[in-house]
């Protein structure tokens, strides 16, 4: 079991919740423009963000803490025993559940879980398998997402893994009436107190960041707006599988712009460790300043 990382934001503890490291081929497929030459020239990378060799570094982990008395579960990573394509993902065995519960949340103690994105790698752990079925793994919890994730989704012709990932991930929450849905304007909203969700589409139409606030301090959660610290020298590199990538470019740029030169604790949720840091202008971009958990 890897060292529990964490955080703190005024009165907020934010807890990283590994999963998996990534397969080194993760970042050449999902992030194309990342390429040796882009991540060599970038001395800051080494050795925590890529390697000596311009390969990325990148992780599947969730963010866990407790805010106004409730226990909040940021993206739920792959899950275990799912049947995935991505060979990376398929039938994962890991303790992400003990892991959890070490960070101080139990399965059945959380109380909210916000899922930036339907993707399979942030839902995977919204059910487990018991006897047989998919079910809710956090029992107690309400879940939430963008109203205009959801409905993107139902209206968009799904190849068949995407279809076994609602199957066994979304579906089973929402026929728990655990999921709700919530209209998120250009502004953002509170999904509670000291938690804001921005909308940063591009990635997915819906898709969200979690800004948190307290005593005066804040953070953000990426989710899938910002894959890899690289994108901050290079805010036009984006994913492959961005479903509208000027729209997520924009988002990305809009966002780190606000963030540079800020106290804000940028916390990417694909980051290897140390996972956190600043945004600093670096010349015509932006750099991450690490700040170790």
Not at 44 to 51: G, K, N, T, V, Y
Not at 177 to 198: W, Y
Request: with cysteine.
């Amino acid at each position: 079991m890897t060292t529990l990382a964490s955080w703190t934001v005024g009165d907020i503890t934010v807890h990283r919740i590994d999963e998996i490291p990534l397969p080194p081929t993760t970042g050449r497929w999902l992030l194309p423009g990342a390429t040796p030459d882009v991540v060599a020239g970038q001395d800051w990378l080494r050795p925590h963000f890529a390697d000596d060799e311009g390969v990325l570094r990148i992780d599947s982990h969730s963010f866990a803490f407790t805010t106004g008395g409730l226990r909040v579960l940021v993206d739920t990573g792959i899950g275990n025993g799912k049947e995935r394509a991505n060979p990376a993902w398929h039938d994962l065995d890991t303790d992400y559940l003990q892991r959890l519960t070490a960070a101080g949340f139990p399965a059945d103690s959380v109380d909210l879980v916000i899922l930036t994105h339907l993707h399979a790698d942030h839902v995977g752990w919204n059910t487990r398998k018991e006897n047989g079925a998919w079910v809710p793994t956090f029992p107690n919890a309400r879940y939430l997402t963008s109203r205009a994730e959801r409905e993107f989704w139902a209206g968009h012709a799904m190849d068949e893994a995407r279809r076994q990932m609602f199957q066994d991930s979304v579906i089973p929450v929402e026929e728990a009436g655990l999921l709700d849905l919530v209209d998120v304007p250009a502004e953002g909203v509170d999904a509670v107190a000291g938690v804001r969700l921005v909308p940063t589409p591009g990635h997915t139409p819906g898709h969200l960041a979690v800004e948190l606030t307290s005593r005066g301090h804040t953070a953000l959660i990426t989710g899938d707006c910002v894959h890899h610290p690289v994108q901050l020298t290079r805010p036009g590199i984006g994913a492959c599988v961005d479903i509208d990538p000027a729209a997520s470019e924009a988002s990305r740029r809009t966002l780190l712009a606000s963030l540079a030169g800020t106290h804000t604790l940028l916390l990417g949720t694909h980051f290897a460790p140390p996972t956190a840091g600043r945004v600093v202008v670096d010349g015509d971009a932006y750099r991450l300043s690490p700040v170790p958990g």
